[in-house]
């Protein structure tokens, strides 16, 4: 594990998740798991399933499986974007249609969807509609449409089960680093979890890979969410700044420069993360010049 690290990774991020779980064995054991389901013959169709872990794109986190005469869609997502229901809608649909394309009804593949969610669903009632629904399309379509749902948060509410085990590897991040050790020490021990736990620490001591994990780490996050705590903080001076000159004027100059100061703090969380100069141009409006005083005022901290 790399020494001064400020966060240890888990399988959410999209370079450990697709790594670990190409080894067909460790993806029988969780789909055995998780879903109860056996899988046995596995034939990843998903082309970047292939790929060497460094070339691997971000923002697909999502296996396409044949296997045991199924098609099985696999996705996470990690964020409520409150469109799950028609991207799996479309998915399904997607994989019928390219299946007709070349066979016949007769031949046709069944198609399954296992999903893991990383966020409380909706409200309790609009939960209970939907599964409703859910339920008689599965009931109208049988074996051709089989929707499961493993949710992180759910199971974190579970501890001393298999599934709480498996959502503290997902999300290690939101733990501080030496509570991770702990975790991945612990879990280690276990016959079931010791090669994942493997796996993890030796893609989070890669730093190649880890500075590719904070790269997507950071393209997960909107602007909002990153600069939130920041943008509290800069306003409530800036603000306060302002009141001393005088009501109307003040506020708004007070929240000017509090814009301004965030803006040069964010420019530098982002050079310190290996983000190019243009790229944070773009995300904050600032001048070249204004970020390479940025940069030089992180050399001298340094």
């Not at 296992?114 to 609009?126: A, D, R, S, V």
């Not at 990153?226 to 001076?237: A, G, I, P, V």
């Amino acid at each position: 594990m790399n020494v001064g690290v400020d966060k240890i990774y888990g399988l959410r991020y999209d370079v450990i998740f697709k790594n670990v779980f190409r080894r067909k064995h460790l993806l029988r054991q969780f789909f055995r798991d998780i879903y109860s389901e056996e899988i046995k013959d596995i034939v990843y169709l998903d082309k970047e399933t292939l790929k060497e872990n460094k070339n691997i794109s971000y923002g697909i986190s999502d296996l396409l499986i044949d296997t045991n005469g199924t098609r099985i869609i696999w996705e996470m997502q990690n964020k409520d974007l409150h469109n799950m229901d028609i991207r799996i809608e479309m998915a399904y649909s997607r994989e019928y249609a390219g299946q007709y394309a070349n066979k016949k009804y007769s031949n046709i593949i069944p198609v399954k969807a296992f999903l893991i969610l990383n966020y409380i669903q909706g409200k309790p009632l609009t939960l209970k509609e939907y599964k409703e629904i859910d339920n008689r399309i599965n009931e109208m379509f049988g074996k051709y449409r089989d929707t499961r749902i493993w949710n992180i948060r759910e199971a974190l509410k579970k501890k001393g089960t298999i599934d709480y085990e498996y959502a503290l590897l997902y999300n290690l991040d939101e733990f501080e680093v030496e509570k991770a050790r702990k975790i991945l020490k612990r879990l280690k021990k276990k016959k079931r979890f010791s090669e994942l736990v493997r796996l993890i620490e030796l893609y989070n001591a890669d730093k190649e890979i880890y500075m590719q994990i904070k790269r997507e780490e950071m393209k997960r996050m909107t602007f909002d969410e990153m600069t939130y705590d920041l943008r509290k903080d800069f306003m409530k001076e800036g603000i306060a700044k302002g009141l001393k000159k005088g009501q109307k004027e003040g506020r708004k100059e007070g929240r000017k420069e509090g814009r301004k100061e965030e803006k040069k703090e964010i420019a530098s969380n982002l050079l310190s993360l290996g983000i190019d100069i243009d790229t944070i141009m773009k995300a904050t409006n600032l001048k070249k010049e204004q970020i390479l005083d940025c940069q030089n005022a992180n050399k001298m901290k340094v």
